[in-house]
T-cell receptor
Framework: GAVVSQHPSWVICKSGTSVKIECRSL??????MFWYRQFPKQSLMLMAT?????????EQGVEKDKFLINHASLTLSTLTVTSAHPEDSSFYIC???????????FGEGSWLTVV | GQQLNQSPQSMFIQEGEDVSMNCTSS?????WLWYKQDPGEGPVLLIA?????ELTSNGRLTAQFGITRKDSFLNISASIPSDVGIYFC??????????FGTGTSLTVIP
């Protein structure tokens, strides 16, 4: 299957700083990537849909100024958590759609801990 | 976004037993996807279904795209300890709209 890679796998940052998470499609071009947040033992919560070359579409309740998404190329989307706070600590996952857009592949996820 | 109704929420079974779980929706989907998520990792695609009535297998896993296009089923035969994890369904309509089930947590007792 298609491979989607996230980096870093885990990151610890100080409160008030910003942290960037990368999502790459390694063997295909993805015009659309998705960013999710997942709390323990819960399902995926879609944060935003990222389209290459255009602004991301954020879900209701997600602060676009806090969670900056950039999709500058067909193989890379980045999520930057700005002015991070402990409540932003979570598991962040990206996915990318393949081909006709009816199948998505997930990255390995990134653990963010804000101290 | 909208979530699909997935059941059961959790299952505790003996090794060797078969497992069944399903997802239902009040609306029609064009694609059904089944994923497995191990703790601390991203979901991995198990089976993709693109046609109503389609029955697809992947090893001991079998999934079906409901004929009404409003549901899908996943069966695991002869479960083994490494089947432990959370299983998610996902439905796709058009464009970028994907909807996820709430997950089924599977525990296999050796």
């Amino acid at each position: 299957g298609a491979v989607v890679s996230q980096h870093p796998s885990w990151v610890i940052c100080k409160s008030g700083t910003s942290v960037k998470i990368e999502c790459r499609s390694l063997d295909f071009q993805a015009t659309t990537m998705f960013w999710y947040r997942q709390f323990p033992k819960q399902s995926l919560m879609l944060m935003a849909t990222s389209n290459e070359g255009s602004k991301a579409t954020y879900e209701q309740g997600v602060e676009k100024d806090k969670f900056l998404i950039n999709h500058a190329s067909l193989t890379l989307s980045t999520l930057t958590v700005t002015s991070a706070h402990p409540e932003d600590s979570s598991f962040y996952i990206c996915s990318a759609s393949l081909g006709s857009g009816n199948t998505i592949y997930f990255g390995e996820g990134s653990w963010l801990t804000v101290v | 976004g909208q979530q699909l109704n997935q059941s059961p929420q959790s299952m505790f079974i003996q090794e060797g037993e078969d497992v069944s779980m399903n997802c239902t929706s009040s609306s029609i989907f064009n694609t059904w996807l089944w994923y497995k998520q191990d703790p601390g990792e991203g979901p991995v695609l198990l089976i993709a279904l693109y046609k109503a009535g389609e029955l697809t297998s992947n090893g001991r896993l079998t999934a079906q795209f409901g004929i009404t296009r409003k549901d899908s089923f996943l069966n695991i035969s002869a479960s083994i300890p490494s089947d432990v994890g959370i299983y998610f369904c996902a439905g796709h309509k058009t464009g970028n709209q994907f909807y996820f089930g709430t997950g089924t947590s599977l525990t296999v007792i050796p």
